[in-house]
């Protein structure tokens, strides 16, 4: 620890220096700890930090005794560093002989703990001189009060006599027992006086080694001299010696051991006084209002720290690698995350521009914290949308790789205010445009240059809005986009600046035309665009037939720059003679130089109607822009979502530099934690006062009994998850169990039915990142163990899993679950959502509504296939079934009227069993990108106006046609064609009930495994192997 050097009186700032420079160049307060009683309130507290520290689980009456020990003489204390428990001992009074009283007491210490990452900062000294001070105390207390007895005998039996009590009722030594291969606690306790005195064989019977070392120290008692001689305060001595013995006799009284104790005491003292002013000069410092005390305001400063990695760093206390595992008990339900090795209070992790122009550097926790300066707030930041303009920068004015060095790069964040500004209070989310760089963990902004974030929107979606966006409005209202002049031409149109420019120009009322590769043709004519010009097609060049001479009013031009194609000769011919050309960058110095005087000037210098803009985000343009985005006119297509590390950061420079980003590319530090799961914590939410709210926003009170950060009841299940880093499926033997939210249920698993679609999840994009962490499965069946609205505690229900079905408990939406009819075995009903549900809804959606139909059922032994033959028959179909000849007698057993035997040599469809035009609905639940594409043969089959429904294709296109259909109000998915996913409600997962109860629909299983790590990789890889006849259940435990 570092130390801290007394402040005198004259070095005292005035107390209206309260800046954070002020606060900044002062030394740091002393590492203070707060010791409080132990109450039947926060006794689970000293459970769980025991079972962090020690290799021994005690029982419920030890800490039933823990609570009676303070009340007979014992000594019991928790220690508190801020709002984090970080220690406690345990201690009780007990005869030294049971059959002679006149030996004394001694002082069992029981339990020493101090959390491990705070070792080696004076805890557990801390809490020792604790006791010792309160042993003094009684000890002082017992020889005032007998030198009052004597003095009174004196007074009334005219002589000079005390009362002979011997060591009856004192404290005369502490004892402890210490396994004999603790070197550190025999070490530290020998430090602090004690002595071995024996060993104990087998005195930890479940653990190896087994036998302990005793250990005593001595302590001073009051005792009463030779008649006539006042009373002295002696130390018992080890009678084997000389002095000992000396002592014993009464004739040596020892008076140096009274004069080192006085010393000592009177140490004590000059340090708490100086402690003392240090803490009254912080107070000082940061300013305290009126009524409030100064251990309030100093806890209010600490409290500025706002997170134990914070706290951690603030006093330089490493965290070793091989403490990390003790440590992983959990803190996801408050967000925290451990801290790797050692970090300064005032330094952050960030991507600069190191000091090769052109060239970034990434600094693991050197970068110092920005300060707010005056109209500004500090953020951390939540997301960092990225631009061009992050690489270019260096390069493109002169000196500027000199002045941005050593910089955080990048403009665009959305984050958390830390210290707030104005309008903007701590907590707010905001987004908006930062000068300080943005590839940091923490930067700073101007209040005119930010805006909250809208509730409901996404951090990475508000941190991908600001210069893109703001760019491309600032070049339509300089375009001047109006009834008369609305025809727009956008080069470089699935670009982060163009993609905004297509939507902004077309909630303006403009007529687009938008230049790109022809790959992204149908990317962009989903943003809005009316033509599309493709750029890489031989020949290409303006006007041409699309976009002929004089058809143009604004030109805006996102590509043209020094490093790539000018377009400005060929596409200023599609003006009208009227028209305005606008750039955001251009091949010559000449046009940037008068662009850059003309920003400062109250004058245009730029040629005639040619103007080169650039981004001014301003509160209002952001708060326009987040509306747009909330009322649907303006969507932020994210093609890469990268974590904050080295790897993430450069990947996104490289992605900008290929110039083949389709959308924005937005770095988010939601995922560069670590681990979610750090420290287990507990808070006393009965205390009654309660100021302080950091770590995640709980509310941590501060009262008599102290204060902790977490909640009382955090627990743990076993689950199968998707790795927090790689999601790989991995077993998790501590996952937090969830906790529902409004209008949801919390459930203990039953059964769980697996899917493809669990492993093929990592893989989609936009999904791979929501699923981090999270368990496996969609499929449950369980009991309700919280419920909501018409699920009780105790109903048996089904449905989807909103947080992971692989697991011992999960939560679910009351919307997408249903009640488990009686006589329904609950791994039936964990089989049926996501096969069933998406039959059912697919044959609907495909015209199925009535009997009569012919339906071909592609996959019909498989889970999904295997129920989508059975309900299309229990809606009245005729149904035509592919399978392989093993399976053949299988699906017939469904109800298959035609089966037909995909492995014979030659099979194809049509054929003389499915003549072309013969079917009104393919329901195909085999073709994906992994395997064969029934498509083209299949579709022979259909009769004019006939579907195709699917639930999976090897087209991105299909998919990217199939999510935006979800999110507009009409369909974009071709004609006769349609993708299915599960639309879980309870009134279609009553009717699948029913029809299980009817014994219209029957589930076969094809294996039912135990909830176990082996079990679960099992089933997998039988899922992967497409040779599972039925579906794959997983059954937990009672």
Partial sequence: MPSTTPVTDAQLPPAELRSNAVLESLEKPPFRLILVDLTDKNIAQVKLLNQLTFPVRYGEHFYEGLLKFKDNGGFVKLAYMCDVLVGSIGCRMMAVDPKDPTQGMKMYIMTLSVLPMFRRCRVATTLLNALQEDLEKRTEALRLEREAKARSASHHHGQHRAEETGLAGQVVKISLDAQINNASAISFYEKHGFEKVAEVPGYYPDLDPKDAYTMEKQLPVVEVASQGRPLVLRFPVRPFTTVGRLQAAGVVKNPEREREFARLREGEERVDREAAKRESFWMRAVGGNAGVTRQEMYLDYINSVKSLRSLLDYYDIAVPAEQEMDLKKSAASVGLSLPQGKYSFVTMKAFTYSNKAGDMAWHEGDVKIPKPGRSQVQVKVMAVGMNPLDYKLPTMVPFSSYLLRGRPAGFDFSGKVTVPNGDFKEGDIVYGVTFKGALAEYTTADTSRIAKVPEGMDHTTAAGLPTASTTALTALRRGQISESTRNVLIIGASGGVGCMGVQIAKSLGAKVWGVCSGKNEEFVKSLGADEILDYSKSGFAFPNRQCPTDSIDVVFDTVSSPEDMNYEPLARKSLRQSGKYITTNSPGKLD???????????????????????????????????????????????????????????????????????????????????????????????????????????????????????????????????????????????????????????????????????????????????????????????????????????????????????????????????????????????????????????????????????????????????????????????????????????????????????????????????????????????????????????????????????????????????????????????????????????????????????????????????????????????????????????????
Wanted: aromatic share 8%.
């Fill in 592 to 1038: 940037l130089a008068r662009a850059i005087l003309s920003s400062f000037l109250p004058f245009n210098l730029q040629r005639s109607g040619y103007f080169m803009v650039t981004s001014d985000a301003r509160t209002q343009d952001l708060d326009t822009l987040a509306g747009m985005v909330m009322n649907g006119e303006l969507k932020v297509p994210l093609q890469e979502v990268l974590p904050f590390t080295e790897e993430g950061c450069r990947k996104a420079v490289d992605l900008l530099k290929s110039r083949r980003v389709k959308g924005k590319v937005v770095i988010d530090m939601e995922q560069k934690l670590v681990s979610r799961q750090s420290l287990r914590w507990l808070c006393d939410k009965e205390s009654p006062a309660a100021r302080i709210s950091t770590f995640g926003g709980l509310d941590h009170p501060i009262g008599s009994s102290g204060f902790v950060i977490g909640v009382n009841s955090i627990s743990y299940m076993q689950a199968y998850i998707y790795h927090p880093q790689t999601n790989e499926m991995t077993w998790a033997a501590e996952q937090p169990k969830p906790k529902p939210g409004k209008s949801q249920v919390q459930v203990k698993v039953i059964a769980a039915s697996i899917n493809p679609v669990d492993y093929k999840l990592p893989h989609v994009p936009f999904m791979s990142r929501q699923i981090k962490g999270r368990p496996v499965g969609i499929d449950f069946a369980g009991k309700v163990t919280i419920g909501s609205g018409q699920f009780k505690e105790g109903d048996v229900v089904f449905g989807k899993a909103v947080q992971g079905s692989l697991a011992q408990y999960s939560v679910a939406n009351v919307a997408e679950i249903a009640h488990v009819p009686e006589g329904v075995d609950p791994k039936v009903a964990a089989s049926l959502p996501v096969a069933s549900l998406v039959s059912l809804q697919a044959l609907r959606h495909g015209g199925v509504t009535e009997a009569g139909k012919n339906v071909l059922v592609i996959g019909g032994s498989g889970g999904t296939g295997s129920s989508g033959v059975q309900i299309a028959k229990s809606l009245g179909a005729k149904v035509y079934a592919v399978c392989s000849g093993k399976n053949s007698d299988f699906v017939k057993s469904l109800g298959a009227d035609v089966v037909m035997d995909y492995t014979k040599e030659g099979f194809k469809l049509p054929n003389e069993d499915c003549p072309a035009g013969t079917i009104d609905v393919v329901y195909d639940t085999v073709t994906s990108p992994e395997d064969f594409n029934y498509e083209p043969t299949a579709r022979q089959t259909l009769k004019k106006g006939g579907m195709y429904m699917t639930i999976n294709s090897p087209s991105r296109m299909d998919w990217v046609r199939f999510f935006l259909s979800r999110s507009l109000p009409f369909n974009l998915q071709r004609s006769g064609y349609s993708m299915c996913l599960s639309d879980f409600n309870t009134k279609d997962l009553d009717f699948l009930a029913n029809l299980i109860a009817e014994k219209k629909l029957e589930i076969q299983f094809a294996e039912v495994l135990s909830f176990n790590e082996e079990n679960c990789k099992k089933a997998y890889e039988l899922q992967k192997s497409r040779r599972a006849k039925g579906k794959i259940i997983l059954e937990m435990a009672e």
